[in-house]
């Protein structure tokens, strides 16, 4: 089994910076990509940024290009993604997955989820 911790989010105004952290435990993590998706309230989940743990091979969302980055640490089976340049319309849950298949932006893709970590961008 395989759980994920998300930790990080809170409450900051516009152009200011977060990072989340997603910790994995459990089964070994060398095969599967991790991912980023957020979910604003009455919205469905939504795509964000996600990595190969092999490769470290990153994809992001349009929205999201250029402001955040989405990083890995391999030996603490960790997954960052740090936010820059936060808008209002960046305010969701942000949750990470884990997933071993390829459609890294396809939320019904992921296997495991973590239990989510609000973030809200006060304008």
């Known amino acids: 089994q395989v759980q994920l911790v998300e930790s990080g989010g809170g409450l900051v105004q516009a152009g200011d910076s977060l990072r989340l952290s997603c910790a994995a435990s459990g089964r070994s993590f060398s095969s599967y990509a991790m991912g980023w998706f957020r979910q604003a309230p009455g919205k469905e989940r939504k795509f964000v940024a996600a990595?190969?743990?092999?490769?470290?091979?990153?994809y992001y969302a349009d929205s999201v290009k250029g402001r955040f980055i989405i990083s890995r640490d391999n030996a603490k089976n960790t997954v960052y993604l740090q936010m820059n340049t936060l808008k209002p319309e960046d305010t969701a849950v942000y949750y990470c997955g884990a997933t071993f298949r390829l459609r890294v932006g396809v939320s019904g893709e992921y296997n495991y989820w973590g239990q989510g970590t609000q973030v809200t961008v006060s304008s």
């Open positions: 990595i190969t743990w092999v490769g470290g091979n990153t």
